[in-house]
């Protein structure tokens, strides 16, 4: 049993009666017990819940009752999304551990397309900083370098997936939050474009935050995405339809496409030198496959629109899931918690109707200007352990030059609802992969994925494994 194999190949082992759910699922949590202790990126389970579940999909098999496509498959689901039953304290020590009552749309989703629910992974306290540490589980750590951050918000999702701890694992991007832990991690982050997956409530403005999972494999990143992203009927919004499912487009060529490169940070902060080869090799790579790259300069939100993003909207969306007891947040989201009050109804208003007018500026560029942007996933590597949480609690009120440089270039992407992912296409010289990110074309997820299939098959990073979880 390859417990780094793909999800959809265990799926497949799962239906030819190969290889056994329940089995699939105690060799898991059997990885757990060994190696999560020193990586902390499960922090709540129940393995009873669990085995039943997986000797559920046993005799569903046996039953021939209908089942989804990832049927028997183990996923983590991260801890700022309610699975009916558990608790979901979003990391925090001011949230209760009351058990929720009802799922969140993504988990329906995640159920009917087959996965047994393993366990909740660790997230920063209300998913606000890129670095999964909080009061209330501790820091989780990245398999690469137990020092060094796997990055966040869904840090605890991909480290578990790069220790072979799960073979795929539920996060959610509002920042760059499935791309910049796949980044850390060596893995494959894909947000998918707005209003792709449907949620109960569009948190971070207006679907700024979005559902998805963080893989090894293109193909369970696609496959996954065919299964959350079926039509919801009760929508507010609902992104077009693809020309066919996205687990088609692995595999499949793309035309000659124009990707611009972007190497400076929107942020003006400087950009590590590993951060700007691994974009650089994702370059040669693309022009390896016949495709033109050229360095651009492109519009990527006004200082104004920036700071209306970090200031306004994601203090405020704290209150769309508040705090039981604010006075228990840490103190970087309790100065958010309490600056809300200082912000008026008309100038929140204001800073979406600017985010809404540049978000349109900053589209209009793909396909007339480009047709893909090319960029590092983050400005550094992954930083030490702590310094993140620490920074931004020494220093509630600024954003620090930690924190921003992880998220220099992937904000954009969820400011402005554009598809984005993250490829695991170098490696430091101190060991660490360094991702580079491709920014698509509005609701051109279908680009995204034949381009990084193709850059898979050039590079073989899923046989990219941490020396220390390899056994």
């Known amino acids: ?55 559920a999909a046993e005799r569903a098999l046996t039953s021939g009752a209908p089942i989804g496509p990832f049927h028997g498959v183990p996923l983590p689901v991260k801890d700022l999304t309610s699975v009916a039953g558990q608790p979901n304290t979003m990391g925090s020590r001011g949230v209760s551990s009351a058990p929720r009552p009802v799922n969140d749309l993504v988990v329906d989703r995640l159920l009917a397309a087959g996965f047994i629910l393993m366990g909740r992974s660790n997230t920063p306290e209300m998913g606000t900083l890129p670095a999964t540490e909080n009061a209330r589980y501790g820091a989780t ?89 079926a039509p919801d009927p009760h929508a507010w919004f609902q992104a077009p339809a693809p020309a066919r499912p996205f687990a088609e487009e692995t595999g499949r060529l793309a035309d000659r496409l124009r990707v611009g490169l972007l190497l400076e940070a929107p942020t003006g902060l400087p950009v590590h030198a590993e951060c700007v080869k691994a974009a650089l090799a994702a370059a040669r790579l693309l022009e390896g496959l016949g495709h033109d790259v050229f ?94 949480r620490d920074d931004a609690n020494r220093h509630p009120e600024t ?20 598809p984005a992912i993250s490829l695991p296409v170098h490696t430091s010289a101190d060991g660490l992969p360094i991702g580079a990110q491709l920014i698509g074309a509005p609701f051109d997820e279908a680009t995204l994925i034949r381009l990084a299939s193709a850059m898979e098959s050039l590079t073989g990073w899923p046989d990219a494994r941490p020396s220390r979880y390899t056994t």
């Open 141 to 229: 750590a990245n398999p690469w370098d137990l020092t060094r951050s796997p990055a966040g918000s869904s840090g605890g999702a991909a480290a578990a997936v790069a220790a072979g701890m799960a073979p795929i694992a539920h996060g959610n991007d509002g920042g760059g939050s499935l791309r910049m832990p796949a980044s850390a991690c060596g893995l494959v982050g894909l947000k998918p474009s707005r209003a792709r997956i449907p949620q109960h409530v569009q948190s971070w403005w207006e679907y700024c935050t979005t559902e998805g999972v963080i893989t090894r494999y293109v193909e369970d990143a696609a496959t996954v995405l065919d299964a959350l992203s």
């Open 295 to 388: 360095p651009v300069q492109p519009f990527l939100l006004s200082p104004q629109g920036a700071h209306a993003y970090v200031e306004m909207v994601i203090p405020t969306s704290l209150y769309v899931h508040p705090f039981d007891d604010p006075e228990l947040a840490e103190p970087y989201n309790r100065h958010r918690w309490q600056r809300v009050r200082d912000i008026d109804a008309g100038s929140y208003a204001q800073a979406v109707a600017l985010l809404q007018t540049e978000s349109r500026l900053v589209a209009a560029q793909w396909r007339r200007d480009f047709d893909v942007l090319l960029t590092p996933t983050m400005a550094a590597p992954p930083p030490p352990l702590g310094t993140v």
């Open 399 to 418: 954003a620090m030059p930690s924190a921003l440089a992880m998220v220099s270039f992937t904000a954009v992407a969820s400011v402005t609802g554009l």
């Open 1 to 55: 049993m390859d417990l780094f194999a793909s999800a959809v190949r265990l799926a497949r082992a799962i239906r030819a009666r190969d290889l056994g759910p329940a089995e699939l699922a105690a060799a898991y949590l059997e990885r757990i017990d060994r190696f999560d202790p020193e990586i902390n990126a499960i922090v709540w389970r129940d393995d009873e819940q669990i085995l039943d579940a997986a000797r």
